[in-house]
């Protein structure tokens, strides 16, 4: 009786470790089912025009998500591998009424900075990109989704340096709105080319990657 009470205790505390602390990493755990969207918006040049049809996305993406899934948008400027250049950020709570204040106010301040966004003088995406991944991999979310809103035509001050890896096993990159610049319609290659480089940079990081231009698709903004 004395060695069946003596198993049952160990049973129990063994249970009870597990609960405690088999599944955590540093005692956060990561829940596969709740999702983190980093939205990058470029701000260089000409292209703040395009800003508006941004603004499309965020509505359908605040409709789309669902309690606990975390929503970021951020700029992409001169020097973009920073938290100064979030815009917005939310995860939302389980209440209903209190997750749609925060959209509300989330909505409320991407169109604030969208109506007063001055452009850039250089556009960092890698820099941006590095801070999305950094971002999510904090958050502990099991779906990682990085949006990059952009012509993507990187073009760094002359001091900055990106020749680096990104590390992307588990995410989901996506391009939206690659719009051609005027040297594109001069030599088409220059456009193609600069869509392949960024595929071939997230693939060889491990990660998912997709252009969608036709932002009215029903599937487009699918996580």
Not at 38 to 52: A, F, K, N
Not at 138 to 157: Q, T
Request: aromatic share 10%; with cysteine.
């Amino acid at each position: 009786m004395h060695n069946r009470y003596l198993s049952m205790r160990n049973w129990l505390v063994g249970v009870m470790s597990l609960l405690l602390f088999g599944c955590s990493d540093g005692g956060q755990q990561i829940n596969s089912y709740q999702r983190g969207v980093y939205l990058l918006l470029d701000t260089s040049g000409t292209y703040t025009e395009e800003l508006v049809k941004a603004k499309q996305i965020i509505n359908y993406l605040l409709a789309y998500l669902e309690p606990g899934d975390t929503f970021v948008v951020a700029r992409i400027d001169s020097a973009s591998f920073s938290e100064k250049d979030i815009v917005a950020k939310v995860i939302l709570d389980a209440r209903p009424s209190t997750a749609n204040k925060q959209k509300r106010e989330f909505s409320q301040t991407v169109n604030d900075f969208v109506a007063n966004v001055k452009s850039s003088a250089y556009t960092d995406i890698s820099g941006g990109v590095l801070q999305a991944i950094e971002y999510l991999n904090e958050a502990r979310v099991g779906r990682k989704h990085i949006f990059i809103f952009s012509d993507l035509k990187e073009d760094l001050p002359a001091n900055f340096k990106r020749d680096f890896d990104f590390t992307l096993d588990g995410f989901t990159v996506r391009a939206l709105n690659v719009t051609k610049l005027r040297s594109d319609n001069v030599d088409p290659k220059e456009y193609l080319e600069r869509v392949a480089d960024w595929q071939a940079r997230v693939v060889q990081g491990g990660g998912t990657w997709g252009v969608i231009n036709d932002l009215d698709r029903a599937d487009a903004l699918a996580l």
